[in-house]
């Protein structure tokens, strides 16, 4: 951690701090109370938030620094859940093999993809990877059903080998024994945390995603994509190979994706093609962009935003709308209510498209970018003391050289 | 030979909604310089202009007399159509199993519409922006676009039938010359494809022929230039990406019969065209069309059972093969011109 | 003695041939100038000999190497930079970065997985970068946006880039193009003082007739694709043959 300048790491702090305490934070309201339903601070959801906020930081090393935008990297993520589970059914439960080798196959999958799709740059790099993830998704659905199992979806069952497991090991993925849906509930008041070890364990894991994101960004090599991103005319004149540089940045954003996949999958043990699909790959950029790609929090911010409104607003229905607005009159509670219904519940994807298009419109640099608008009006400083992520966002405005 | 001319057929249909797609992304792409992520939605709701024609027509109310009595013994009232109120019973019923057909007539003024609206709404504030966020932006466009058709028709697929005329299938090997049996081809796919190729001719001699269209290609090969010489080339292009709406909307009316129509058949063509456009070469017009009949067909080669036994799952990623294939020996795909789309 | 060495070089582009004959060659430790009409062939040969296109025929060969057939930055390797016409340069990074790039690649070589090293470490390499922002007089600019600057102050950047590499031979394609007067007496003062403080060979293409004979020890004069004499400057400038060439085109463009 010494090489971290001191900006960074407080950065580090921060998020630690966090994630750490997100059980507590993200559960503000009381357990019954009316809002309840807006807490987050439940195992499954916190685990996603981490896990799409792994995937979200690995894609902004390659398409935040080097701007190449992949349309293809839920590949990796679904290559990642089935190898994990995999290796639930051969090897054991404990996740540590299972994560091992879900990051290792996605490597080796973003090697060879990345290696011929980086042959091609702007669109036909982007339609090139969306032809492997889709490739690699309808090939899972048919002949490749020996090893996804198709449509059900891979699934462990009693009867696998589990070689390295004893009679007694536990049958559900675990870290040493310590199984991931294993939690403790404490209570004070009114209020209700639950402290799992599934959350804990991808937190700690996102934590160093994070620190390492951080070294890369703040690294020659981070320069470097950066560099590409900017001008690779100049890079090929000064002597340097654009594409072992951006094949890098392929690769480790291809396994940050199979290490989110194979987490996935420990929290869960279940792997379905539908991951690899191009509406996932779409997520990913979305939570990317949305939180602002090249700053080194956007990503995370993100994954946690769309996550969040994803879960919350899908649980939305008209009879609790009809709770929130009984205070009205009736005439006007139901023409409210008949306005928003299309966009929750059910309609959370609309309300996503129009979340996305808002934000490309308005706001370029995402979210970070719009905390930075509002942070400067209050404090109006010089703009130079602006730190790389403001660098960063207002890259994002500046059309790309020719 | 008759089983590869059969296939042949089979290919012509997808592959010619594949190339009425691929064309209308190529025309806004290379007038316009967007990259059109919800162009899949345009033919979506082309299709969905289809369905709402019949509903329209379907519309009915109670008939005043009763028919006769059910078996609880109280009277019955027929359901009357409006159209045969309003056109009588004959040209009522023509009008109801015509209603595919007739939808061009409705489709039309309506993609225009949502074209221009688009156009001047959304694109035209993306034409200076990277190509990325074109597609991010047009991306949720899309997802905005089809929920809203989720809305309004549900998850489900509407099924909406050819008129009676053209439903069923006909003996075409016969009519070459083959033994019975041997090609059986639906009449409306063969109508499809003349169809297709009707718009496909009229795009093409639209831009050939008329000054108009003489303008947006050299807007297509030179946009700057044209610039210069004081026409108003941004007028002409939102004219063109009505046009190109059209096509897609046209191309979704019609296959509206061939396969129901669902809120993400947009998005599942989408990511095809795509693949097609580029395979054919950004910016290339021949080349999308060409494209797109070219990888319909082998689509349909590939699904031959001899085909699938030798090579297992061949017929659901020979689009991506192809692709890959020819985006890796010829850079910018078919017939793609030099600088588009590179940095 | 000859450190860029061009021999029978043709080029053809469908039916127009660009380049046909040509033959050159850069003394070490000069400045060679080419210069000619528009169409004459000089940017296709500037690109022959970094990489960009490869000649149909004849022989480039650098400090006894051929550079045919190798990549931009096999060629830049070997010791050549190049300066283009309008500035390339990292836009999107700071003027500091843009310095310690070359200076990374000049230590490195093409690639070095360098991910989870921390530029406080990297010593050498920013030393050296501000060392040459120093001489540059580009110092308090470093923290600047690159693209933010002025075009003149982008020149001295990118000539500051290649500098940092120690080339042997440092090309410059139109340097002073579409610059305005200040400027483009700044850059000729500027590659004034790098040629008698570097051992460094300078061919420069140039269209202003004030940059060439300010700056050039030897003129090649390229004329349809063809060198057509090489001189001395003060022997060019009353050469029948180049009058011919400049006044032809001339009277052809009115």
């Known amino acids: ?402 | 030979m008759d089983a590869i001319l059969l296939q042949l057929l089979n290919g012509l249909d997808k592959g010619s909604a594949y190339a009425l797609i691929a064309l209308g992304l190529t025309l806004i792409f290379g007038t316009l310089g967007v990259v059109n992520f919800a162009h899949g939605a345009l033919f979506m709701i082309g299709a969905f202009c289809a369905v709402t024609l019949s509903k329209i027509f379907t519309l009915s109310h109670k008939a005043s007399e009763p028919s006769g009595v059910d078996f609880l013994g109280k009277p019955k009232y027929d359901d009357i159509l409006y159209i045969k109120d309003w056109f009588g019973e004959t040209a009522g019923a023509w009008m109801l199993d015509w209603s595919v057909p007739l939808s061009i007539l409705f489709a039309v003024p309506i993609m225009l519409a949502v074209g221009f609206v688009m156009e001047r709404g959304l694109i035209k504030h993306f034409y200076k922006r990277p190509h990325a966020d074109q597609i991010l932006v047009t991306f949720g466009l899309a997802i905005v676009l089809q929920e809203v058709i989720k809305y309004f028709y549900g998850a489900n697929p509407i099924p909406t039938s050819a008129p009676e005329a053209f439903r069923g299938s006909f003996d075409f090997g016969v009519m070459l010359g083959f033994d019975p049996n041997a090609i059986i081809y639906p009449y409306w796919r063969l109508i499809y494809f003349a169809f297709s190729a009707l718009i496909i001719g009229g795009v093409f001699a639209f831009l050939q022929f008329t000054t108009f269209g003489m303008v947006v290609r050299a807007g297509m090969a030179d946009r700057e230039t044209v610039g210069l010489l004081g026409i108003n080339i941004d007028k002409r292009f939102t004219i063109m990406f009505g046009i190109a709406a059209a096509v897609a909307g046209l191309a979704g009316v019609m296959y509206a019969p061939i396969n129901s129509p669902n809120y993400h058949m947009g998005m599942d063509f989408l990511v095809l065209s795509f693949v097609v456009v580029v395979v054919g070469g950004m910016g290339s017009l021949p080349g999308a069309v060409l494209a797109g009949f070219l990888l319909g067909v082998l689509e349909s080669f590939a699904s031959m059972n001899e085909v699938k036994n030798i090579l297992p799952g061949i017929d659901q990623i020979i689009i991506y093969v192809v692709a890959i294939l020819i985006l890796l020996t010829r850079p910018r795909g078919l017939m793609g011109r030099k600088g588009v789309m590179e940095e | 003695m000859a450190i860029l060495e061009v021999k029978n070089v043709g080029k053809r582009f469908g039916g127009l041939q660009a380049l046909s004959d040509v033959n050159l060659s850069v003394a070490e430790n000069s400045v060679h100038a080419i210069i000619g009409p528009n169409g004459a062939g000089k940017s296709t040969l500037l690109n022959c000999l970094v990489g960009k296109l490869i000649p149909d025929t004849g022989s480039v060969m650098f400090d006894g190497q051929s550079v045919l057939g190798r990549k931009p930055y096999e060629i830049n390797q070997m010791g050549i930079s190049r300066v283009f016409q309008t500035p390339e340069i990292f836009g999107d990074l700071s003027v500091q970065e843009n310095m310690m790039i070359p200076c990374f690649a000049k230590r490195d070589g093409a690639f070095q997985m360098n991910a989870l090293t921390a530029m406080s470490s990297q010593r050498d390499v920013i030393e050296k970068a501000e060392e040459m922002l120093v001489e540059m007089k580009l110092a308090d600019k470093r923290h600047m946006h690159a693209a933010s600057m002025s075009r003149g102050d982008k020149r001295r950047l990118e000539i500051a880039m290649c500098l940092s590499q120690d080339p042997r031979l440092l090309l410059l394609d139109e340097p002073t193009a579409g610059m305005a007067r200040a400027d483009t007496n700044n850059t000729i003062d500027l590659l004034k003082q790098i040629k008698d403080e570097r051992d460094i060979t300078i061919a420069i293409i140039e269209h202003d007739m004030h940059v060439v004979f300010s700056l050039a020890e030897r003129i090649t004069v390229l004329a349809q694709g063809t060198p057509l004499v090489e001189d001395t400057p003060d022997n060019i400038k009353g050469h029948p043959k180049v009058r011919e060439a400049y006044l032809g085109e001339s009277q052809d463009a009115a």
């Open chain 1, 1 to 402: 951690m010494q090489s971290l300048t001191k900006k960074d790491f407080l950065l580090l702090l921060v998020v630690a701090f966090l994630t750490m305490a997100a059980p507590i934070i993200l559960n503000p309201f009381p357990a019954g109370s009316g809002l309840a339903q807006f807490n987050a601070g439940y195992p499954d959801l916190m685990q996603r938030f981490v896990i799409f906020g792994i995937f979200a930081i690995g894609f902004n090393i390659l398409f935040g620094l080097t701007g190449y935008l992949s349309f293809g990297h839920a590949a990796f993520l679904g290559v990642g859940s089935y190898s994990a589970v995999w290796m639930m059914k051969l090897l054991s439960m404990n996740v540590i093999p299972a994560i091992l080798l879900s990051v290792i196959v996605a490597g080796l999958f973003s090697v060879v993809i990345g290696f011929v799709s980086l042959r091609r740059s702007g669109i036909y790099f982007s339609i090139l990877t969306l032809a492997f993830a889709q490739m690699s998704f309808n090939l899972a659905y048919s002949v490749l059903t020996p090893i996804t199992n198709g449509e059900t979806g891979l699934q462990i069952s009693l009867s696998d080998p589990r070689i390295l497991d004893g009679a007694n090991a536990p049958s559900y993925p675990n870290l040493f024994g310590a199984q991931m849906n294993a939690a403790t509930t404490l209570d004070f008041g009114a209020w209700s945390f639950t402290f799992s070890v599934g959350y804990y364990l991808c937190a700690v894991i996102m934590l160093l995603a994070f620190y390492i994101s951080i070294r890369v960004f703040r690294s020659p090599f981070g320069m470097m994509l950066r560099a590409v991103k900017s001008n690779q005319q100049r890079m090929n004149y000064t002597g340097l190979n654009t594409k072992p540089y951006t094949l890098a940045a392929f690769v480790i954003s291809g396994m940050y994706a199979g290490l989110a996949g194979g987490l996935l999958a420990a929290m869960d043990p279940l792997a379905g093609a539908e991951r690899m699909q191009w509406t996932a790959s779409g997520e990913v950029v979305l939570m990317t962009i949305l939180g602002g790609a090249g700053t080194l929090l956007g990503p995370v911010l993100g994954a946690g935003f769309i996550k969040y409104f994803e879960n919350i607003f899908s649980k939305i229905n008209d009879n609790v709308l009809h709770g929130w607005f009984s205070f009205m009159p009736d005439g006007l509670e139901d023409m409210l209510i008949a306005v928003i219904h299309p966009f929750v519940g059910k309609g959370w994807h609309l309300t996503l498209g129009l979340l996305f298009m808002l934000v490309v419109i308005f706001l370029p640099g995402g979210l970070v970018e719009g905390g930075q608008r509002i942070g400067r009006v209050f404090r109006r400083k010089d703009r130079n003391a602006g730190s790389v992520e403001a660098d960063a966002a207002a890259q994002r405005n500046t059309p790309p050289a020719e």
